[in-house]
């Protein structure tokens, strides 16, 4: 089994910054990508960031220049940076991530989403 355990929302005004961190762990023999995604109440699941194994990182392009996402391969964690944040921002924030396991399958698995709330 592999798991993905977020961290990093919260509450923060207009033009602050927040980072997002997201942990794998369990059976993974290698992380084939990992993305950062966000929903709205009502609205569909959208890409924010995503970087594929020895890629650069893709950008939505409402974020571009503003959050960065980077990587740990060492901890398998994945970071997303978020800077000049908009009240359009406010969403709940999932990792995901394809990775095959030790039985050499492909999984996909979503972490649990975590709020980030910006006010004006």
């Known amino acids: 089994q592999v798991q993905l355990v977020e961290s990093g929302g919260g509450l923060v005004q207009a033009g602050g910054s927040l980072r997002l961190s997201c942990a794998a762990s369990g059976s993974i023999v290698s992380i084939k990508r990992m993305g950062w995604y966000r929903q709205v109440p009502g609205k569909q699941r959208d890409v924010v960031a995503a970087?594929?194994?020895?890629?650069?990182?893709n950008y939505a392009d409402s974020v571009k220049g503003r959050f960065t996402m980077s990587r740990d391969n060492a901890k398998n964690t994945v970071y997303l940076q978020m800077n000049s944040l908009k009240p359009d921002d406010t969403a709940v924030y999932y990792c995901?991530?394809?990775?095959?396991?030790?039985?050499?399958?492909?999984?996909?698995?979503w972490g649990q989403g975590t709020l980030v709330t910006v006010s004006s």
């Open positions: 995901n991530i394809v990775v095959v396991d030790v039985t050499m399958r492909y999984l996909e698995v």
């Open positions: 970087i594929t194994s020895g890629g650069s990182p």
